[in-house]
Structure formats: structure tokens, C-alpha cells
């Protein structure tokens, strides 16, 4: 891709979500997420292949018609209330629309299919995007109207996002769908917290947002996007095979790492609010997403495939290895011990 080109559209995605999430008003909300969305799909397909062109026509109808919902919603409210502004979100009609389409937009289940298909269809730096920067300007608006939404719908929306997301990626072999139902499982912690404490369900975000880098990072500078190669990366680059398995060890949310600081957090808050058995839930639907991470670990860090494999093994990397994929891998396994500083932040 043209640099003028891909400049453009990089300050188009910053611009869309600067819109978002500092407006009042839901046409400009609105307004930034639609200019987000048309930034991204030339990224998408930027290969020319057929199932680039397939995910990004995928991604523009799915967001196409959430974004159709936001504004629906919001004129609906409008007409009953008489107000435009986000944080007055009063009629009911109007709060199950908005966490339907929001739901829609973030690939919570069940309207995750699409997540998949897109993220398989792209390349990983576009993934990292998609699961990241993208669901950014959706989750504010999560934030901004978590008074106003049903607690019960919710809940059981997060629950099937963390029970689909660890059972859907049990059977997976390509590690940008066990990605992706990854990220499909992490929206579901954040789900279930945004009502009683949206300053947690955001720190939940940041940390995902820093861990799930590093891995995409590593990913795509070891240039594996199956199983099968990523047996072998270990005679490439042993030191990027081993801070993978620390940072998807810290994705499962194992202690001493960083990705136990929210979880934790968060089953305390709910057992604070009386939400024991949904806590419980949840942290057992985590085990599901635990295998298999701990199936992309020991693929990580295996010396030898268990079987004869076609892809020829290099000994040696093509390129030097990215000081930010050090930095963000070590920040993804050693942030647990000054998480007070990091609440007090926060």
C-alpha cells in the first residue's frame, strides 16, 4: 500500500475515535464510528486477495448495521425524551437496541461470527487493530451508558461470550481464530464489570490491549499463522518463543502475571455485589480458554514437531527483533506486583 495512503487512513482511525469518545452528542458519536469503519476496510483488503475482499465485505455489513442500530436508538430516545445527549439514555426500547448493537459491533456473543471470519481474512497487524483500537470507541460508549443498561441482559451476554470464546477455540488450529475467540472471551469479563465498576472493566481493556500486542507482535515477526508452523519457531528465535508463552500464559490470566490482575479484581468486585454464582461461572468458563492457550505454549516452546513436517526449519531470522516486542512482552509478565501504583492510577 501507497505510504500517503496508509497515513491517511491511520489518521482517519485516530480521528473516528477521538470523535467518539470525546462527544456528548450521539450524531457525533455516531459520526466516529462510521469514519473509523471506512478507515479499516481498505487495511483489510489491502492484500487483494478473495478472502481479504470476503472479510472486509463482512466487516463493513456487520458494522454497517450496528452502526444503522446506535442511530436508531439514539433518534428513538430522542423522540421519546427529547434528548440527543449520550449519558440521558432513559427509554427502555432504546437501552435494548443499544446494547444489541454494541453487542453487534464488539462481537459479543451471540453475534461473534463475524469476529473469526475477519480476523482470518486480514493480515496480523489489521488483526491486532481489529481486536484492539477498533473496540475502543464501542466500549466508551459501553461506559458512557452503563447506568442505563439492564444489568440481567448484560450478564448473560458476558457469559456466552466467555463459554462460546473457550469452547469455539478449543478445536482451532490457525492462531488467528484462537485469537480472535480469545478476544470474544475477554469482552465477556469486560461485559459483566462495566455496570459496577467501568473504571475496572477499563483497566481490563488496557491490559488485554497491552498482552494481546505482544502476542499478535511476536506473531507476526516470527511469521507463523498456524500450529503447525509455530512448532517450529523455536529454531528461529528461542527468546521470542519463550516470552510467547509468557505473554499467552499472562492472556489466560495465570498468576504471577499481568492478565490475573483483572480477573482477579473483577470476581472480587462481583462477589462485593452479590454475584457470587456469576462469578463462579465465569472463572470456570475460563478453563475452557486455558487449554488452549496452554496448547499454544507448549506449541511455542517445543523444540522438535511431533511429527515430520513440510515446512523447512531456519535457524536464523531474516530480521532483527522489534525493541517494542520486548518492552510490551515484558510488561505483559511482571505488571502484577506494582498493581497498587496502577489502581491508585487508575
Known amino acids: ?14 480521528l473516528g475515535t477521538t470523535i467518539t469518545i470525546s462527544s456528548n452528542h450521539w450524531i457525533m458519536a455516531w459520526a466516529g464510528l462510521e469514519i473509523n469503519t471506512l478507515a479499516i476496510l481498505p487495511l483489510i483488503s489491502k492484500s487483494h486477495h478473495p478472502r481479504a475482499i470476503e472479510a472486509a465485505t463482512k466487516y463493513f455489513l456487520v458494522q454497517a448495521t450496528a452502526s444503522t442500530l446506535i442511530l436508531f436508538s439514539s433518534m428513538t430516545n430522542a423522540w421519546q425524551t427529547g434528548q440527543w445527549d449520550i449519558a440521558q439514555l432513559t427509554s427502555p426500547t432504546s437501552c435494548l437496541i443499544l446494547t444489541t448493537a454494541i453487542a453487534m459491533k464488539l462481537g459479543l456473543a451471540p453475534f461473534h461470527f463475524w469476529f473469526p471470519e475477519v480476523l482470518q481474512g486480514t493480515s496480523l497487524i489489521t488483526g491486532l487493530l481489529l481486536s484492539t ?22 450478564t448473560i451476554l458476558a457469559i456466552l461470550s466467555t463459554a462460546l ?5 478449543l478445536n482451532q488450529t490457525q492462531t488467528r481464530k484462537i485469537l480472535a475467540f480469545s478476544s470474544i472471551s475477554h469482552l465477556g469479563w469486560m461485559a459483566i464489570i462495566t455496570i459496577y465498576s467501568p473504571k475496572l472493566a477499563l483497566l481490563n481493556f488496557y491490559l488485554y490491549a497491552l498482552v494481546t500486542s505482544a502476542v499478535f507482535l511476536i506473531l507476526n515477526s516470527i ?35 499481568t492478565g490475573f490482575l483483572p480477573k482477579w479484581l473483577i470476581i472480587q468486585e462481583l462477589t462485593k455485589q452479590e454475584m457470587a454464582p456469576a462469578a463462579t461461572i465465569i472463572a470456570l468458563l ?18 522438535l514437531p511431533p511429527h515430520t513436517t513440510n515446512h523447512m526449519k531456519q535457524w536464523h531470522t531474516n530480521k532483527p527483533t522489534n525493541i517494542s516486542i520486548a518492552i510490551l512482552a515484558t510488561l505483559s509478565a511482571t505488571l502484577l506486583p506494582i498493581s497498587p501504583m496502577i489502581l491508585t492510577i487508575v
Open 1 to 14: 500500500m501507497d505510504p500517503q495512503a496508509k497515513l491517511i487512513f491511520t489518521a482517519s482511525l485516530i
Open 133 to 154: 483500537a477498533m473496540k475502543f470507541p464501542p466500549i466508551t460508549l459501553l461506559f458512557m451508558t452503563s447506568q442505563s443498561l439492564n444489568p440481567a441482559l448484560l
Open 165 to 169: 470464546g473457550g469452547w469455539m477455540g
Open 223 to 257: 511469521n507463523t499463522s498456524k500450529l503447525t508452523t509455530l512448532m517450529t519457531s523455536w529454531t528461529k528465535t528461542p527468546a521470542l518463543s519463550a516470552a510467547l508463552m509468557l505473554t499467552l500464559l499472562s492472556l489466560a490470566g495465570l498468576p504471577p502475571l
Open 286 to 303: 475460563s478453563l475452557l480458554s486455558l487449554f488452549f492457550y496452554l496448547r499454544l505454549a507448549y506449541c511455542a516452546t517445543i523444540t
